[in-house]
Each structure stands twice: as structure tokens, then as C-alpha cells.
């Protein structure tokens, strides 16, 4: 059974991805390392023994929809209750709506927890949080007073409705029609597919921030307005008033998240509501809708990487605890009686720590990415732009190479089980199920790697990713400078490491500036994929930096240098792909037809 | 819906895997290239027309356990009917049993596309073939004339029985028991499981060849002896008898395969026959039955293999048509009105043709084994050792290489679908989920790499393998000599790629005659990748050079010249793993614990 690695994720956060520092300066005001420590354990306790215990049974029920209402598994409710209950739902929401006020990166950790112990379960308040960011920063001060107090303290959660059948990754072309009414209201109509968490019996009202365009607007991204549609419209004393226009028609049957109800969403048909068109609330400016999404779509998107590091970490947890118990032939140098645990075979032993690093790199990766956040925030001016700048940059890395992570990480794992992996009762096969969806929504990884190379790379002419590596090659210089010898070739591997992704840089801001688009993007993904095999790199060497001298001080450090001498010789390939490749990928482009 | 590329897969066999050489030679006597292409033809109708259109239904209803009795998916019953009634079960089987003794090559060339079809019906008729082939061997000839006839028209089926709860990899350990009794038959009491179509619907009898240990049998491996235990016993007369002591338990829940039932079977515990011990009779020699096992294993281990390349086949059609159709923004170059089709955009095109070339590398592997397979047969003497060399060599690396790409593969094919991959209707989620099997079974992907290295390579005393890196290095000779510009730096990426190879190969080589077992272990999957990469390139090639002057004739050219420049590089950092990687990996080892 999962366990939250809450030291790991301390450390991570505090010496790794930039908190110590910010606390020490006292960015973050009073916060200090105790109450650090105090809220991740205590979010850990939760993840470990309220969440995860319910993990297995909830995707084996899944959600149903019955008689029009989506039933959840059993327990679900009370646990949202109960985490609703310690308040975890408003740790990074405003004070003035009755939150707290956090960092990000607590809240990111937190999530990482959550997702662990159940990736359907925490699906549902990271829906709610993205909606109230999106109220918090475009929404009227009546909109706001009206729904922000119950969203925030959990007891109405929000939804995110985007997708349509065929306005997936192009929003432009997105159908929900909205009409002006005389009281300043909307009427939506239309239908919206997997939305997530949609509808269901945690809450009594679902807020749903609805997609849709109004009869005069623009042609593509630049018509599409942004709603709020509460499933039950509210009585200006706040309690719940008629039932709204809109529905769950049907459940999405799918490979993972079986616990998370995925719904087929049906705007004003004249199922409720006196009159044809569900009644939806302007969040923004007309036609701004595609803006007011934007800037809620980062954090989104370094939600979904934390659930590939949440299922990487679950499945390497579990690998390992099979490992040491199963045993079976006897490996080399095997000196007990009878069978070895296979733990000790070499080839599981590499696979367990290929699990490892993978997990604690994107785990580095997402985590700096949520520092930037905060930072940005915190800071001003020029400072603001910078970290502003570097969450930007951070953030398709954070997604893709993460959540590409948990899906090759749960596929190691199921292997490592064996026969025993491939059966659900054993649970290594859920972690696939789930992890599998994260490189696909909020944006595929395919999707992130374009925003990486066309709207990230040039930040400020380049400079960003510039300034980004220079950093990157003083830690490879810093380990060098160690003569920690647990280092081995670490600082040799780091600096050719850091030369790939150099080199692949310049070669793209180069095709970039030519106008040579189609190159570029031929290799985004071998760039998106270099990029965050280096970080994992350059963050594990800054991890055993940073450990302490004592007897424990090695185990950082071994597992850094694993992963130089065996994982990072895959950036001088993914160079390769990136700078050579777009000729003979054009070349047999036809052949596909 | 899948098509059987009977095409591509009789040039494959031809031109690439040498049957063409062999056909000309008349190796197979009156065999040509007319009926090969018939039986093809007619293989590849029954698996686009019968088997795949009951592929996706099967995986819904998938085999259920009702009082006693698989009930098997509808209409699968028929099909098997329809299926053994075309001959298809005898194709390889001896003529004196009523089998067609035909080249394995045309065997697994047929069993790809059926697998391609529906994976877990497949599998059926691959666990009889596997059990005719133990039995024609090993079995006496009252055996053979009782059960043999009956088992290659397909009348009844057989399955294998190994696996026990504490010996999956490790046969060695297993428990269940055997007694001799005075009549020379013996008495089997014990549990199995893992026992794929263990019980069924589809035929009236079934006979299970078991594993098991005589009171007196040496410890390990060499105290296992093998068995025929018949669900009915057979009469005199050849009519069925009395129900033997062997039921099945329960099933499996299974991430995949979910037609094909996955059993526990019971072996003597009093259900059925009047005394308690299911009745069973010995085949070849008491405690050799591990060496009987083996004498199928290497064909079953690239039955699997093939596997992996019919799901990869299958998932790559589904991809491109999905890809062709699905609009979604605008890649850089369309010129057409509105969105472009999705692979138009770069980073779609090339997951398709990495899918592809994964796919056409690992269908050559397999057919290059199956052809040494065949070549072992029919050459007498030095050759025919030389050819079974070949085949043990080939065989992980086609099992291993050809399965990882068959998960690789799906779930790239899931990705290039979006959203959609992710609903199970879609049908691509599916394919991800029968191939992560095939990876585990037959001896997992890991143990296949210790067989490559510590038995394979050593074959006369490295000799074997030596001459085969030979023979690839002049496919790269001659890339180079044709000076077909298509090609771009195929050669050279060949000659590189085959150089690392070489290089890992010597490497591994010098580790074992040193005794260095635990270094040599360390590295062995990343060389069997390697192996299957640089055959991937080479076979690729092959294909290229073969292909005809025509218009046409750039597409394989373009195809290898893609895999070579795009692909190949990974085999540098793949020898760097075997070479360099297993000092960090011994030191990191600990932190696992």
C-alpha cells in the first residue's frame, strides 16, 4: 500500500526546486519550515490513510450514471467530506474567499499525495481549483461573492468545459452557441464531451465554467467567451434555487480513472429550466473567453504532470515492495539459501532505479515549475517577468516529461511483478490505466512540445532557455568541484548532457528565425524529452549536493550517478533526432498515404 | 477495422527473411511461391473477414467461469469451428497425423495476422501447436495415435501447464505431484495457474500437458517430469470416457486478453474419477520433462513475439486511418481551407512512422528466426546446426525486441487518437492492453536477455554471433554500394549502429569468459534492444535494396532511411549502457533497500 514519501518531498522542495531560499528570505512571509513540514505531513497522512486505502475498490466500481445521476464508489463522498474538512481544497485560494493563501509548491506536493493514493479521486478538486482560479481573476465582484466562498471551501465544486467532438486541441472551432438576454444573462446551448467530474454526488451544486460563442463573434479562438453555468441557479440569500439547463447525458467508458466520471455535458435542450438554454454568467469580456482559460491552462497543466509523478512514485513503491518479497532463481553472487529475491537480480534492480530517478526527476522538474510560479508572484518587476518567464518555459516540461514518465514507470512496474502484474486484483495495472490519460489531456504531449519550441524557446529572443542552461552547467560545474567520488562520471555526463541540450537550442531558435517552422517542430518531441532527461539529471546531482555529510549521505548522490552513467547518454540520441532528423521524416512522409 | 497486410508480409518473408533463396533452392520440395502467396491470401481473408471483426465484442464480453464451464465470447465457438475447418490448425503438423508439414515461416507469418485480428482468440490454437509439437517429439506411439490425429484437425485442444503460484521463471520449485501406479499411468495431484484456455467451450476434449515431480525425483529442475492429462479420458475405441480429476478453478481478471480464459486448474483433488489424482501418462522420460518443455520452448517464445508484432501492425493501421481523417489546427505547410488533417503535423507523422518501422523491423526479426527455424529442419549436418544456432540465437531477441515494440507501439497508437484512445469503444486502449502480456510470458522480456547473453552469445564460443554481425555489416556494404540517394546516411548509420553492436557484443563476451556474470547481467536488456534496433535498421535495408526499380520503389527506401537517422541513434547510448553502466548500477543497488 502507498506510503507519501513526505521526506523526499520536503527535501525536493526545500533544497532542490528553490524553498529553502525563498523561505530564508522570507518571500512567503510568516511561512517557515515547521508549518512546511506540519502540512505536508499531515497532507501525507491523508494521501496515505484516507485516500489511498480507497484507491483500488473505487476503480473497480467506478462511477455510474443512474436514473441521470452519477453515482460515485462507495466511501468517495465521505472522504471528499472529510478532505474538504481539513481544508485542504482552499490552501492556495484568497484569504478573502476563506482560504489560505499558500505557495503553490505546497499545494502542488499535496497533489502529488492525493494522486497517489487515488489519480480518479484527486481529479475532482483539481477541476474545482482551476475554476476558481479562473473566477478569482476574471470574474465579477457579484460572481465572485456569490460563488467563490462555497468553491473555495469545498462545498460546491467547479468544472472546466472545453472540448467538443471536434474542437479538441483546436478550440477555434468550437460549436456551444451563447445568446444575449436583456437581464445581462446567457443562454448556452450545446453539447460538450469528457468533462471531467461533470457531474456527480459530492456536492449539492456544480459550477461549470462553460466554452461557447456568441452569434456575432469573430471567426475562431478570438470569438469564444467564457460562463459560469451553475447546475442549480442561486437565490440571492445564497441557498440553492431552480435547477438549471444542463445534464450528464452519458459516461465516457474508459481505459483508467474509473472512479473519475467522465461526462458528456447537454447545454439547454429544455430538459430543465423554464425556458430552452441553460443560464450562464460572462466571466471576462465577450469574446476574451480563450484569454481567461489561458491563464489558468499552466497551472493545469503542471496538475496533470504532478499525477504522472504521483502514479510514478504509487508504482514504484509497489514494484519495489514486490521485489524484495517475491523471490525466484538464484541471481549472480546469491550466497542465501534457495531462491533470491529478485530484487537482487541485476535487471530488476535497473529497472527499480530507472523507476526511481525517473520518478524523482520529474518529480524536481514539476516542483521548480511550481517554485516559478510562486516566485513570480511574489516578485516584482523585472524579477516577476523572469520567473514568469521560467514557469513558462517549466511547464510543458513539467507535463510531458512527466506524465510520459508515470506511463513508461507503471509499465516497468507491471513488468517487474510478472504473471502477477498483468492480474487487476494485484493493482500494478491500474497505475497504467490511470497514468495513461496524462499525456493525452490538458493538452497532448505532442501539443505541449509545439507551445515548448515556438511560444517558450523565444522568450525575450532566446535569452530564458539561455539563462536557463547556464544555470544547468554551474551544477555540473558544482559537482565537479565536489571530488565527491560516490559522483563517479556525474560531472562529466552532466556537462555533455547539458552540451545536447545546448546545442539543440540553438539549432532550433536558428530554424526558428528562418521561418523554418515544419524542421522545427519535426523534433519537438525528441527536444521536449532531451529537456527534461537533462533536468532530471542536473536536479538529482543538485539533490546529492545538497545532502548531508553524514552515513546516509550517499544514497542521493549513488542514485544521481546512476542515472548520468545510465540514463543520460539517451540526450547525444535525442540531439541527433532533433538536429538531424526533419530531412529523412519529410522524405518518407508520403509513405504514410 | 484491421486489414492483413499479405502484401508486405510475403515480401518480408521472401526478400528480407530469405524464403525466396530457400523456395528457389527447393529447400521445401515442391513448394512455391504460388501457393505461399495462396495460403497467405487466404490466412489474411480469415483474420481481416472472421477473426477481427470479433475482436473488439470478445474483449467486451470476454470468457466467463458459469457453474463449472467457460463460456467463451459469442461467436467464437464458430469461429474456432470455421477456423479449424479451413486446416489452419495442421499447417506445420506432420503429414502422418493429418497435418500439411509446411514451413514454420508460413506458420507464424499466418499467426501474426490472426493475432492482429484478436490476440486472445489466437492464442487458443498457439497453445495446441505447442503441445502437438511436445508430443510428436516426445510421446509414445500409443500416445500419439490416441491423441495426436485429434489434435492437429483442431477436434481437440491442448494447453501447457507450468506455472504454480512459487515457480513462475524458476520451474525448479514447483509442487505438484506425480505417483506412478502399477497400470503405468500415474496419478497427478497439485494446482497450476496461469493456464491460458485451460478450460473452454470450444472443443469437446482438452489435453493438458503438465508438469510435475515424482516422491522420489531429484530437487530442481532436474527432478520434473512431464505428463498428458486429458479432461476425458479416451476409449479404446476412441470415443471419449469418463471425466478425468482436473477442473478449473477460477479465472483470472486480467488487464487484457480478457477473451481468452486464463485459469487455475486443478489437478486431483477427488471432484471427478473415482479415486483422488486425475489420471495422467507419462511423456518422454521420468524427470526430463523440463527438457521436453524446451524442445517447444524456442518456438512458443517466438509465437509470442509474433504477438507483439501483430498487435504493433494492427494498432499502426488504426492510427494512420484515424490520422487521416481527425482534422485538428493547422500544421505548418497546409494549404488547404480549415483545419488539416492530424497527420499533416509533424510530430503526428512521425509517431506513425516510428510505429511502422517498429513494426516491419520486429515482423523481419521474427520471420528471420522463423526461416532458421525452417533452415534447421531441412539442412543436414554443419548447416543444420549452424541454422539452429541461428534460431536460438534470434529467438529472445525476437520475443523481447517484438513484444516491447507491441506495447510501444499501442500506446503510441492511443496517443496519436487523443481523447479518443482513452475510450475503450475507440478500440485502441485495447490493443495496449493484450500487448502488455507478451512482454511477461514465456519467460519475461528479462529473462529472455540473461538467455541472450549468458547462452546465446556464447554459442561456439561466440563464433555464432560473430558471423552474424558479419552478415548484417555487408547489408550496410551494400547500402552503401548502391548509391541510391534515398538512402541519405543509411549506410553510414548502419555501419555505426552495427559498430556498437559489435562493440557491446565483444564487451559481453570478454565479461563471461572472465566470469564477470553479474557486470555481464547488468547491461543484458539494454543489449538486447540494441540487438533488435541494429536488426530493425539492417532488415529495413534489406527490404530497401530488394525493392523493385519501379515508381514505387522509394517507399521501403524511405521507410529504412527514416528508421536509420531517426532511430539508429539510440544504439550509442544503448552500447554505452552494456559498457559503461554497471559500476553505477552495483552502487546505487543499495538505496533500494
Known amino acids: 500500500m502507498y506510503k507519501a514519501p513526505v521526506e523526499e518531498i520536503a527535501f525536493t522542495l526545500k533544497h532542490v526546486a528553490g524553498m529553502a531560499e525563498a523561505l530564508d528570505a522570507g518571500t512567503f512571509g510568516e511561512l517557515g519550515e515547521d508549518l512546511v513540514d506540519a502540512i505536508l505531513g499531515e497532507a501525507g497522512r491523508f494521501a496515505s490513510e484516507e485516500v489511498a486505502p480507497l484507491g483500488d475498490e473505487g476503480d473497480r466500481q467506478g462511477s455510474r450514471l443512474v436514473d441521470g445521476a452519477v453515482k460515485t464508489p462507495e466511501g468517495w463522498r465521505e472522504l471528499y467530506r472529510n478532505w474538504i474538512a481539513g481544508g485542504w481544497n482552499g490552501l492556495t485560494a484568497p484569504e478573502a474567499f476563506g482560504g489560505q493563501n499558500l505557495p503553490h509548491m505546497l499545494h502542488v506536493a499535496a497533489m502529488e499525495m492525493w494522486n497517489s493514493g487515488s489519480m480518479a479521486f484527486a481529479l475532482a478538486p483539481t477541476l474545482t481549483m482551476g475554476a476558481i482560479e479562473a473566477l478569482e481573476k476574471h470574474g465579477t465582484d457579484a460572481l465572485k461573492a456569490t460563488f467563490l466562498p462555497k468553491m473555495v471551501s469545498g462545498e460546491w465544486m467547479g468544472t472546466m468545459n472545453l472540448t467538443e ?333 547539458v552540451a545536447d541540450l545546448e546545442g539543440a537550442t540553438d539549432w532550433l531558435l536558428s530554424r526558428l528565425r528562418d521561418g523554418k517552422l515544419a524542421e522545427a517542430l519535426s523534433g519537438a518531441t525528441a527536444y521536449q524529452r532531451l529537456f527534461g532527461l537533462v533536468l532530471t539529471g542536473v536536479y538529482l546531482a543538485k539533490g546529492g549536493l545538497a545532502e548531508a555529510g553524514d552515513g546516509g549521505q550517499d544514497r542521493r548522490v549513488a542514485l544521481c550517478r546512476f542515472a548520468a552513467e545510465n540514463l543520460l547518454s539517451e540526450t547525444s540520441a535525442l540531439k541527433d533526432r532533433v538536429v538531424n532528423g526533419a530531412e529523412s521524416l519529410a522524405a518518407a512522409r508520403s509513405i504514410l498515404d
Open 165 to 497: 467532438p471536434h474542437a479538441g486541441s483546436d478550440l477555434g472551432v468550437l460549436k456551444t452557441r451563447a445568446e444575449r438576454r436583456d437581464d445581462g444573462t446567457y443562454r448556452i446551448r450545446g453539447q460538450k464531451i469528457f468533462i471531467t467530474w461533470g457531474e456527480h454526488d459530492f456536492t449539492d451544486n456544480i459550477v461549470h465554467l462553460v466554452l461557447a460563442r456568441l452569434p456575432d463573434a469573430p471567426a475562431g479562438t478570438k470569438g469564444i467567451s467564457l460562463f459560469l453555468v451553475p447546475k442549480f441557479l442561486v437565490n440571492e440569500d445564497g441557498s440553492l434555487g431552480e435547477r438549471n439547463d444542463v445534464f450528464c447525458h452519458s459516461l465516457e467508458h474508459k481505459l483508467g480513472i474509473h472512479g473519475s466520471p467522465t461526462c458528456t455535458m447537454i447545454y439547454g435542450d429544455g430538459k430543465f429550466g423554464r425556458e430552452k438554454g441553460a443560464i450562464g454568467y460572462l466571466v471576462g469580456e465577450e469574446n476574451r473567453g480563450l484569454a481567461c482559460m489561458f491563464t489558468m491552462m499552466n497551472n493545469a497543466r503542471l496538475a496533470v504532470g504532478m499525477q504522472g509523478v504521483a502514479i510514478a512514485e504509487a508504482a514504484t513503491q509497489k514494484a519495489i515492495a514486490y521485489a524484495k518479497e517475491r523471490t525466484q532463481g538464484r541471481a549472480p553472487g546469491w550466497s542465501g539459501d534457495g531462491m533470491s529475491p529478485i530484487i537482487e537480480h541485476p535487471d530488476i534492480a535497473r529497472t527499480l532505479l530507472t523507476m526511481k530517478a525517473l520518478t524523482q526527476g520529474s518529480r524536481a522538474i514539476a516542483y521548480a515549475c511550481a517554485h516559478a510560479v510562486d516566485m513570480a508572484h511574489a516578485a516584482q518587476g523585472e524579477d516577476a517577468r523572469q520567473w514568469q518567464e521560467r514557469s513558462s518555459l517549466l511547464t510543458p516540461i513539467a507535463k510531458a516529461f512527466a506524465t510520459d514518465a508515470g506511463v513508461d514507470v507503471a509499465s516497468m512496474g507491471i513488468q517487474v511483478h510478472g504473471g502477477m502484474g498483468f492480474i487487476e486484483e494485484t493493482g500494478a495495472a491500474r497505475y497504467l490505466r490511470d497514468a495513461r490519460i496524462a499525456p493525452i489531456y490538458e493538452g497532448t504531449n505532442g501539443i505541449q512540445a509545439i507551445d515548448l519550441v515556438t511560444r517558450k524557446l523565444p522568450l525575450s529572443d532566446g535569452a530564458q532557455v539561455r539563462g536557463f542552461i547556464a544555470e544547468l552547467r554551474e551544477v555540473a560545474a558544482a559537482v565537479a568541484a565536489s571530488n565527491r567520488e560516490g559522483f563517479g562520471e556525474t560531472a562529466a555526463r552532466l556537462d555533455a548532457a
